[in-house]
């Protein structure tokens, strides 16, 4: 076991509720850490249900495409705890991690404050001991209430696309999520907005002009479309060429449109065209649509088939995925899929119904908050689709290898927790950024 294993270990015992919305205990934390948060690059900070770890891949490609060091908050993790924290455009050290860990332990004092909170003291902590152009900084949940929103004045922020998601935390609508997310706008700092529907737009309008912050929004003031030779920006009149984004589907037309609208945004930092195209193109996001080629898992497979492996989780994601099998009909398409209790299974795969020719439902490998397989099997046969169970992942691939002769395509999808163990079960490599 790694040293910072067993300091996050001990960090989960000191709060009983694994989400608890509040700016308290992380507030008073950081002010006995000698408020690292204040002495951060300038930030970037990101939240939405949708994309927002695909436009920060984006934006950190463009960034160092342009020779700037970028540091990176994100969560959750994959394989390793450690991927949620990349200092300078590399992910952070063991014994940099267990010491951050443990000074923020020991200042804590034992008091109550969610893995979370503590957790993002640690990397504000960790950035502000390094030199860096750029932070770029994502929600954990929603954003008003979220442990990242300690930061009072940001170069940017980001809203991507917003739907339907823990409703138990940040509302049963729409309007009420994406007033959570409208959260992290301030006063005169200008905001990037992805794709949005109506009653999302106008929540995150009616808080900009609350607070003066000016936005900048997909299809009024920037809009980005697919093209044969790659994808094409306009703002402010004006078109620019770029190539085809590094990270495959539809969706990921639009989060790097948005990643190029925050490149052309940021005050007293220059991107030329030359950085953005580059940025699209090295762009790396494991579980985002991943086409698997190798590997232990990929191996379970006949050579003429693809593996393909995705962390969405919500339904806005499973139209995502559904816009993909569409173009995808070259071949079956099976799915083995495994959730979260806490999530809508069903709204996850209707959309994908029409394009699913079998899907095998697995649990969470040692993940309590699992959906069961039974469940999954309940899902898929609610919304039309042929489903079974199978005890593993690899238990999975082995029955659908066996059971179809024709060249077919697999989409291990559902759940980052599942992705996470997809990708742990193939023998992930140690760059995941």
Not at 98 to 124: M, Y
Not at 157 to 176: K, M, Y
Not at 361 to 377: D, K
Request: aromatic share 4%; with cysteine; hydrophobic share 50%.
């Amino acid at each position: 076991m790694r040293q910072s294993d067993a300091v996050l270990a001990r960090l989960k015992a000191l709060h009983p509720r694994v989400i608890d919305l509040s700016l308290d205990r992380i507030a008073r934390l950081l002010a006995d850490l000698g408020h690292p948060e204040r002495a951060l690059p300038p930030v970037i900070h990101v939240a939405g249900t949708n994309g927002k770890g695909s436009l920060i891949a984006f934006l950190k490609a463009i960034l160092e495409a342009a020779c700037l060091r970028v540091h990176v908050y994100t969560s959750p993790h994959l394989v390793r705890f450690s991927e949620r924290i990349v200092v300078a455009g590399a992910e952070i050290e063991e014994e940099r991690l267990a010491a951050v860990l443990e000074e923020c332990d020991l200042v804590n004092a034992g008091r109550s404050i969610t893995f979370f909170e503590i957790t993002t003291a640690a990397a504000f902590l960790a950035f502000s001991r390094s030199a860096a152009d750029v932070t770029l900084l994502e929600t954990g949940l929603g954003g008003r209430l979220d442990a990242t929103n300690l930061i009072d004045r940001p170069l940017l922020t980001a809203i991507t696309p917003i739907s339907l998601d823990h409703r138990s935390f940040l509302g049963s609508t729409v309007r009420e999520i994406a007033g959570e997310k409208a959260g992290i706008l301030k006063p005169g700092v200008r905001c990037v907005v992805g794709a949005q529907t109506r009653d999302a737009a106008d929540v995150i309008a009616v808080r900009a002009a609350e607070v003066g912050a000016p936005l900048l929004r997909q299809d009024r003031e920037w809009s980005v479309r697919g093209a044969p030779q790659g994808v094409i920006y306009e703002c402010s009149g004006r078109a620019l060429q770029l190539p085809h984004p590094a990270l495959p589907g539809r969706h990921q037309i639009d989060n790097a449109g948005a990643a190029i609208a925050c490149a052309r945004s940021l005050t007293g930092i220059d991107i030329d065209n030359d950085a953005l195209a580059r940025g699209l193109r090295e762009a790396a996001w494991p579980a985002r649509l991943q086409h698997l080629e190798g590997g232990r898992l990929r191996a379970l497979l006949p050579p003429d088939w693809e593996l393909w492996l995705d962390g969405g989780h919500n339904p806005a994601a499973g139209a995502a995925l559904a816009v993909q099998a569409h173009l995808w009909r070259d071949r079956p398409l099976f799915v083995v899929f495994g959730m979260l209790d806490s999530k809508d299974p069903v709204g996850f795969l209707v959309p994908l119904a029409p394009y699913v020719e079998r899907l095998v439902a697995v649990e969470i490998p040692s993940e309590p908050g699992s959906m069961s397989a039974r469940m999954g099997i309940e899902a898929g046969e609610v919304v039309g689709i042929v489903a079974d169970a199978a005890t593993s992942i690899e238990g999975a691939l082995e029955a659908l290898a066996r059971d179809c002769a024709a060249p077919a395509r697999v989409l291990i999808c559902g759940s980052l927790h599942l992705a996470g163990a997809a990708l742990a079960a193939n023998a992930f490599g140690s760059n995941l950024h």
